[in-house]
């Protein structure tokens, strides 16, 4: 099915500039329409590449929920795809599934956009716990894997996994394998060759997931305004070069949405979007040649990830420059790490699934 992917809308474009002090006249009504037409614009147009999920991976996420939020990740998230009954029961009658829910949608508009999607009702929605439950348990199991790893969702792709527990299935352990120095273990071994006809155990040492990797670093002199709209544009150009069939544009822009992170220190002259030592990370799930069969049931014939980071700093950066219009050094880095599976099942031949090539690669990952 197709899903309605998030965009940058320019409500949240103004209060993300705000929350980073930037109350200038560039953040008015008819600059912002021009800011996002100007991005899309920028943007890849040729990307073939759709995606079920943006998420954010945030430390310690877990240590902000409550007790019984965190009791419910816990024992909701260690279920098996084959007990979704047990899904739906317990998260009726869990005391800390609302709270949980709370947690993840507070200030994440595209977090409680791709909820609605997913669970077919508003997070507002008084019954919501209830409903996504009964209407989507795969989706909240989906939901709770990634809590448990500390991933928040922040936007919708274009592609709704709804029920089909295969695309939602491995997001947890693809999300793992793609971590730094996960990655870079498996990039190091070779591929598997001649993979429809290879099986589960075959070619030990070598892995089943194509890799790729991309990195850039931009300077130049901006306007603050002028400069987080160039890291909308190189963000996105970084994204999608990470793999040959690139990012289809609304998955890229529904990536970039709500990613202007706020300045911690009020009183710091240079902005740098580095927190604590660590640069923004999101994870774009990818579902390969996604398509509907006759049942209107979800599919995908291969499944992937996307991590992106970044760090942006700009000296003397003005908090609350009224003009906008001063060049300020600005210095843009971009990485991303890319990690794909294709199914080879060829019944009866080949009866490798995306389950072996995961559990495989995981081993060879740690």
Not at 30 to 46: G, K, M, N, S, W
Not at 254 to 264: D, K, R, V, Y
Request: proline share 4%; charged share 30%; with cysteine.
């Amino acid at each position: 099915m197709t899903a309605d992917p998030t965009k940058v809308e320019v409500h949240s474009l103004r209060n993300d500039l705000h929350s980073i002090g930037l109350t200038c006249e560039q953040t008015g009504d008819d600059y912002l329409h021009q800011f996002i037409r100007e991005v899309r614009a920028q943007l890849p147009r040729t990307g073939q590449l759709e995606s079920f999920l943006i998420g954010k991976r945030k430390d310690s996420l877990r240590l902000s929920f409550s007790q019984h939020a965190e009791d419910f990740v816990g024992e909701v998230s260690g279920l098996t795809r084959d007990a979704l009954d047990q899904v739906t029961e317990r998260a009726n009658k869990h005391p800390g599934a609302a709270d949980f829910f709370e947690s993840l949608t507070a200030d994440n508009p595209g977090g409680a956009h791709f909820l609605r999607q997913l669970a077919g009702v508003k997070p507002s929605d008084p019954r919501f716990v209830e409903k996504f439950a009964e209407n989507n348990p795969a989706g909240l199991l989906l939901v709770t894997e990634l809590a448990a790893r500390d991933i928040v969702p922040t936007s919708s792709g274009t592609w709704d996994p709804g029920g089909d527990q295969l695309v939602g299935e491995y997001a947890g352990t693809l999300a793992e394998i793609v971590n730094a120095t996960r990655f870079q273990r498996l990039e190091q071994r070779p591929e598997k060759q001649d993979k429809n006809n290879a099986h589960a155990g075959d070619q030990p040492g070598k892995r089943w997931g194509v890799t790729g990797k991309k990195s850039e670093e931009y300077r130049g002199e901006f306007s603050t305004v002028d400069a987080i709209k160039q890291k909308y544009k190189e963000v996105g150009l970084v994204a999608s070069a990470a793999v040959v069939e690139g990012l289809e544009p609304q998955n890229l822009e529904s990536m970039l949405a709500n990613q202007i992170g706020p300045l911690q220190d009020a009183s710091a002259e240079n902005y740098d979007s580095r927190k604590d030592g660590k640069d923004e990370e999101i994870l774009v799930f990818l579902a390969l040649d996604p398509w509907v069969d006759s049942e209107n049931v979800t599919h995908a014939t291969g499944l992937g990830v996307l991590s992106v980071n970044w760090r942006l700093r700009i000296k003397r950066y003005k908090r609350k420059d009224k003009h906008g219009g001063t060049k300020h050094d600005t210095q843009l880095e971009v990485w991303v790490r890319a990690l794909r599976y294709r199914s080879v099942y060829k019944e009866p031949a080949n009866t490798t699934t995306f389950e072996d090539q995961l559990t495989e690669d995981r081993k060879l990952a740690d």
